[in-house]
């Protein structure tokens, strides 16, 4: 079943602004990662952030994680065109099966 | 190079024919797993594998079957494919430790047509 669902669907952003998008999820989890795919392409994996975890960085990509209300959101800095993509988070349950959200598509104007 | 591949990568097939999708890894991974994705539903999970001779169902394994003999290789097959079933299939491997993923390397997905 589909755990996450990401907010927005779409997402569109001047370059150089700053793009957010949040993850809500429904059980409790093991770890939440979030993925990037380019127009029909495999799936990137971004960062993974453990239940422990509240807040995680990777160069301008932050995620948070707040367990007590089920959500992490993706902060990705200073946009680029290169980051026109769909981004997806994943939830770990501990029952063998990643779970994906539906995806926000962010849309990046030169 | 570290990677997952699939093939074919694109395929167009009349119902009713038996087809089969390849996935090869090079990276050792226990876990390997097959996901479809359609328009407006994300990723859902198929079949997963957590070694040889290990698989189990995911969300949506209904006219799907997949087998693993080798650690590399996890091929998924069409046995009587459908319409409903027209889709893009990924391929994904993961290190498996204990009940909690790293991160999931995807190959490049194959964009499949049942007529």
């Known amino acids: 079943s589909q755990q996450g669902e990401e907010d927005p669907q779409a997402l569109s952003i001047q370059e150089g602004e700053n793009a957010t998008m949040n993850c809500s999820y429904k059980t409790s989890i093991n770890n939440l990662q979030w993925y990037r795919q380019n127009s029909g392409r495999g799936l990137v994996h971004l960062i993974l952030?453990?239940?422990?975890?509240r807040e995680k960085h990777s160069g301008r990509l932050r995620v948070t994680l707040d367990t007590s209300k089920k959500s992490s959101s993706l902060l990705i800095t200073a946009s680029r065109a290169a980051d026109t993509a769909s981004y997806f988070c994943?939830?770990?349950?501990?029952?063998?099966?990643?779970?994906f959200g539906a995806g926000t598509t962010v849309t990046v104007r030169a | 190079e570290a990677q997952v591949t699939q093939n074919p990568r694109y395929l167009i097939t009349v119902t009713g024919k038996k087809l089969t999708v390849t996935c090869s890894q090079n990276?050792?991974?226990?876990?390997m797993s097959w996901y479809r994705q359609d328009p407006g539903l994300g990723l859902r999970q198929i079949y997963y594998s957590m070694n040889v001779e290990v698989t189990d169902k995911g969300d949506v394994p209904e006219g799907y079957k997949v087998s693993r003999k080798e650690k590399r290789n996890f091929p998924l097959i069409l046995e009587s494919p459908s319409p409903n079933q027209t889709s893009l299939y990924f391929c994904a491997s993961s290190i498996l430790t204990s009940s909690s993923y790293n991160e999931q390397f995807f190959g490049p997905g194959t964009r499949l047509t049942v007529l």
């Open positions: 990276m050792n991974h226990e876990y």
């Open positions: 952030i453990r239940s422990n975890e």
């Open positions: 994943a939830t770990d349950a501990g029952d063998y099966k990643l779970s």
